[in-house]
């Protein structure tokens, strides 16, 4: 399985942005995908998930409210809808695949996609 993300960027605080990932391969090994996220000098950390079939979504709590993740089955595509942006959500945003209902940990995922720089300027 091949990630493929884009859509990040450098947005004033109170924006919005959305991040797309494409899935691309043996896509139907796939129970869900998301997003970590990982600030400098910080550990990466889950920001949400959402399963394939059902579309059962996930959120940190740190973005609930704020964020919205969503799906589309036919382009094997990922988004996240990030909104209302703060300082604080700076990090680079990494995709992520795998056959867990929740991607909350890293070691639950089994697929990696290359970051996207996401930077909340104050």
């Known amino acids: 399985v091949q990630l493929q993300a884009s859509g990040g960027g450098l947005v004033q605080a109170g924006g919005s942005l959305r991040l797309s990932c494409q899935a691309s391969?043996?896509?139907?090994?796939?129970?869900?995908m998301g997003w970590l996220r990982q600030a400098p000098g910080k550990e990466r950390e889950f920001v949400a998930s959402i399963t394939w079939s059902g579309g059962s979504t996930f959120y940190a709590d740190s973005v609930k409210g704020r964020f919205t993740i969503s799906r589309d089955n036919v382009k094997n595509t990922v988004y996240l809808q990030m909104n209302s942006l703060k300082p604080e959500d700076t990090a680079v945003y990494y995709c992520a695949a795998g056959k867990s209902s929740l991607l909350s940990e890293t070691r639950r995922v089994d697929y990696w996609g290359q970051g996207t720089l996401v930077t909340g300027s104050s």
């Open positions: 391969g043996r896509t139907f090994s796939i129970y869900s």
